[in-house]
């Protein structure tokens, strides 16, 4: 048990470098998955690569001006923290989309409204549809999708810099 509280005390001291070592990691992951996977992001999966673009730059930031200015380095980690709130943000609704607990968005989704629709009408909503839908998970491990994993990791990243800015602000 010591070790682990241990271990927790480590992360929060270097939680910037985690961050950004965090986002780096999902972000390749990413775009390994499209380049090398053929899994192309649908619409939900931008702002998610959007947000982890930010933490990269703002952690970047924090860390170039953490010896430098102790003001300005809050700063960024508080923009680092905001940024992994949008990524838990877009990434919950994403997965929440992917199990089909809500709708998405019309331009990423199809929806059949019941027995209304007629076989035109559902063609004509094909031709309109992008090709990639954000309501299908075309990749899982232990029946957890990509955005499910990046709302998670995220969420737990999140949790972690608001202790971390809480001991920062109590100092």
């Known amino acids: 048990m010591e070790k682990i509280a241990s271990l927790w005390n480590y992360a929060l001291i270097y939680i910037v470098e985690l961050s950004l070592f965090a986002s780096v990691f999902m972000l390749s992951g990413a775009y390994g998955f499209e380049y090398i ?44 923290l905001f940024s992994y709130l949008v990524s838990v943000g877009y990434s919950g609704y994403h997965a929440g989309v992917e ?29 309109g549809a992008p090709l990639i839908r954000c309501d299908d998970i075309p ?4 029946g957890i999708s990509m955005a499910g994993y990046n709302f998670l990791i995220s969420l737990f990243l999140t949790i972690m810099l608001v202790i971390s800015v809480r001991k920062d602000f109590q100092k």
């Open 37 to 80: 996977g053929g899994l192309y992001p649908c619409d939900l999966c931008w702002p998610q690569r959007y947000a982890h673009m930010a933490v990269i730059i703002f952690s970047g930031f924090a860390l170039y001006l953490k010896k430098q200015n102790n003001i300005k380095w809050l700063r960024f980690k508080l923009m680092t």
């Open 99 to 127: 199990q089909k607990w809500w709708k998405g968005p019309e331009s990423c989704t199809i929806t059949t409204g019941g027995d209304a629709m007629s076989a035109a009408d559902f063609f004509n909503q094909l031709q």
């Open 139 to 142: 990749w899982d491990l232990f």
